[in-house]
T-cell receptor
Framework: TQLLEQSPQFLSIQEGENLTVYCNSS?????LQWYRQEPGEGPVLLVT?????EVKKLKRLTFQFGDARKDSSLHITAAQPGDTGLYLC????????????FGAGTQVVVTP | DAGVIQSPRHEVTEMGQEVTLRCKPI?????LFWYRQTMMRGLELLIY????????DSGMPEDRFSAKMPNASFSTLKIQPSEPRDSAVYFC??????????????FGPGTRLTVL
């Protein structure tokens, strides 16, 4: 069974601080995606990483895919209150075509 | 584009009643997903359709749950009979390409179901 474990479960920081959240698995994923979900809404895709070692930047957000394609991280520089939300990583199963799994998520709260 | 449309946004029902959730995917998308989100279990994939055909329904919790996609622009998730433990937010999502090819899943706003 491929499981995506996210850590930490909850993170509360002050505006301007940096933070990193992690998504780990013991299995290899062909790709991983990061979503952000705000209260009362569905998740919204932030990025897809497909190559081991890949680094993608989206403004103040930096995403990295591990060399072995088993883990990923999301780093936010100088966090702002607008970054508050539930960050979810997701990936397709390789042993069950079509099945897609989400991690439990990291709830990030950025206070002014 | 209107995005994924779900209805109703909120549903409160009593145990034993039938509940039908509806979804209209984004036009041109070939894949449709039904998810359930709870605090305890997070976001769980219930069933996935590709070109209106159910591909994997192994996430459907029980026979009380059923899903249909009669055409490319409409899908339903039905719970009969409903139970309090079915209370959750149910999301529908669509994408252009099926997994495992990486593609954006566009989520609807969800239906918050409360079963009393």
């Amino acid at each position: 069974t491929q499981l995506l474990e996210q850590s930490p479960q909850f993170l509360s920081i002050q505006e301007g601080e940096n933070l990193t959240v992690y998504c780990n698995s013991s299995s290899v994923f062909s790709s991983l995606q990061w979503y952000r979900q705000e209260p009362g809404e569905g998740p919204v895709l932030l990025v897809t990483v497909v190559t081991g070692g890949e680094v993608k930047k989206l403004k103040r957000l930096t995403f990295q895919f591990g060399d072995a394609r088993k883990d990923s991280s999301l780093h936010i520089t100088a966090a702002q209150p607008g970054d508050t939300g539930l960050y979810l990583c997701a990936g397709p199963f390789t042993d069950s075509w079509g099945k897609f799994q989400f991690g439990a998520g990291t709830q990030v709260v950025v206070t002014p | 584009d209107a995005g994924v449309i779900q209805s109703p946004r909120h549903e409160v029902t009593e145990m034993g009643q039938e509940v039908t959730l509806r979804c209209k995917p984004i036009s041109g998308h070939n894949s449709l997903f039904w998810y359930r989100q709870t605090m305890m279990r997070g976001l769980e994939l219930l069933i996935y359709f590709n070109n209106n055909v159910p591909i994997d329904d192994s996430g459907m919790p029980e026979d009380r749950f059923s899903a249909k996609m009669p055409n490319a622009s409409f899908s339903t998730l039905k719970i009969q009979p409903s139970e309090p433990r079915d209370s959750a937010v149910y999301f529908c999502a669509s994408s252009r390409l099926p997994p495992p090819r990486p593609d954006t899943q566009y989520f609807g706003p969800g239906t918050r179901l409360t079963v009393l």
